[in-house]
């Protein structure tokens, strides 16, 4: 089992994380893979104060420490829309700590949207380009999980759907939190920081 931590903190990305997030994955994608999914979440949050310490052990079981558990399928489950990139379950409206990504229904709209068979593009170009759609679905997931809420945004990483070319795209502008979802994620560090 691989292991990564992200740290949150909303003054300043070198003050002292006011919550820390850990990353395991399923045994079964490659270790690059889960690296590069998780530095491209990181990137998505980095406004946020997120770091990411990269797969060690070292700073497992650290008081306050959330771990996230991603499961890297290939496809969703019978019941979930076939053309979702992640989900996260809810019980009685709280997150279960673990997160599952669907690797064939990305190479699916990735696939559609490049109108050319990726098994013919270099292997590296083609595992950057998953692991960007990936890492930013997981962003996605990581920000129900945080901000404890099921529904989703009219904008910003929260919203429902984002086309699968701005989850290509290099730049990736579009998935920045609404002021909402700022504000939910501030009331969300003070209550984990005065537990």
Known sequence: MTTFFLALALASPVASPRLHIGLTFDAGAARSMETAV???????????????DGPTENTRGRPGTITLHVSMARRPARGTNEESLGSIVFHDGVPEPSISLYVASADDLIS??????????????????LARVL????????GH???????????????????????????????????????????????HSGA
Do not use: K, Q
């Open 145 to 191: 999980y945080v901000l404890r809420m099921r529904d989703h945004s009219t904008f910003g990483l929260m919203r429902a759907v984002h086309p699968i070319v701005e989850l290509m795209e290099i730049r990736g502008g579009n998935f920045a939190l609404s002021p909402d979802d700022r504000e939910t994620l501030c009331e969300e560090l003070s209550a």
């Open 112 to 129: 559609t949207a490049a109108e050319y068979d990726p098994s013919h593009w270099p292997v590296a170009f083609h595992d950057e380009l």
């Open 38 to 52: 998780a530095e491209e979440a990181a990137r998505v949050w980095a406004a946020y104060g997120i770091a990411v």
């Open 135 to 142: 890492g930013r679905a997981l962003a996605h997931e990581i």
